[in-house]
């Protein structure tokens, strides 16, 4: 197979760093960009068992994940403190102790249906026209959920749970920050909550579906808002994604696939990039905004390529 270009590796690297946590599939984009392309793209950008696409596409990830973990360092460091100190005196008793046992415990059905079908599903449904169904698909799936999710409690309520110390004289308390409140609201989840807005992730190995939208949907499904809902899934597939690369990481450097790893290199720090601007973007979009205009996005995009495959008989 044709090792992939570097303007290639930096259109994918953009494409992926946005699609990830835009919820707009970057499996889906990844398939349907070189099939839409043609040319030397459609056979350097071939995702098979071997290719060296999906071999780029992996350190792309891995970089996304880097990205994540940089943006939402504050709530890592917590958490992993959390979930030490959970194990090492056998109790539960934090917010940060109970919402890192909630993603680990999240994280284990994605994790097992990934070694399990990932390869499969690829390989029999990575192509085209399923991946531009799953799109359109997925565009219906966040219009469905803004129309029928349960409405979260309105921003007053929140106020209303705090205490005011105020007419405490001798008190002295250590200002909370948006994101530590954020994530006590996130521990508050039930552990079925959890699993199930975790489990969610599990459709994301359909191209075409995404990983960050699905997610969202399960949590606007179990009643919460689009900010705690973008936050918890962007945590939730940290590190499945990180797993998944490092698995699969290998790959890249087999002899096969050497004289793409200057443009893996190259794709991946666009990829970073993109990354990290598109969470920064979506953190603030997600406090006011919902998904419906992403999901106008995805079944245009599903359906006009659907309809370009019939016309040209690309796919």
Known sequence: MSAVSYLESIVVGALQGVSEL???SSLGHSVL???LVGGSWGRDLSIGKDSPYLAVLVAMHVATAI?????????????VTGLWTSIRHREVRTADQRLAWLLVLATIPVGIAGLLLESLLRDFLGKPVPSAIFLAL?????YAAEKFSRKPAPAVAREEETIDF??????VMRAVTVDEATDVRLSKLSVKEAVLIGSAQILALLPGISRSGITMVA???RGLDHEDAARFAWLLATPVILAAGALKMPTLFTPENKPSLGPALVGSVVAFAASYISVRFLTKYFETRTLTPFAIYCAVAGI?????FSVSGAA
């Open 22 to 24: 835009f919820p707009v």
């Open 33 to 35: 960009l070189p099939a």
């Open 67 to 79: 990205a994540l973990i940089l943006f939402f360092r504050r709530d890592w460091v917590r958490i």
């Open 138 to 142: 997925n565009g219906g799936v966040l």
């Open 166 to 171: 105020s007419a405490e004289d001798t008190m």
């Open 219 to 221: 949590g606007l499904r």
């Open 304 to 308: 006009g390529s659907l309809i370009f």
